[in-house]
């Protein structure tokens, strides 16, 4: 539960951080959702097949969601920050 509003909360603050910049945000906040759920899935299935206890399971599974989703978050920024240096202004209404 935590991870999926910790998710919410991360896509909301690129989106906004793409918004300022006058960038469509789109791609990567869907790179971001797409990994966490994935690395979530990958990790919860491999714990059931392997039998693990359920709490660890619960843990590892928001743990694996956490990291993964925090790391795509990080390269999204980065690379927000990479191109605000190129001009992308579409008129004089820009400041």
């Not at 909301?12 to 994935?38: C, D, S």
């Not at 993964?68 to 008129?91: C, F, M, N, P, W």
């Amino acid at each position: 539960m935590l991870d999926i509003v910790l998710m919410i909360l991360l896509s909301n603050r690129l989106w906004m951080a793409y918004r300022a910049k006058n960038r469509p945000a789109g791609g990567k906040v869907m790179k971001m959702l797409v990994f966490w759920l994935l690395a979530e899935v990958l990790i919860f299935y491999a714990c059931i097949y392997l039998e693990t206890n359920l709490m660890l399971t619960a843990v590892l599974t928001m743990a694996a969601g956490v990291t993964v989703g925090l790391s795509a978050y990080r390269q999204a920024i980065e690379a927000l920050k990479e191109d605000s240096g190129k001009d992308t202004s579409d008129g004089p209404h820009q400041i």
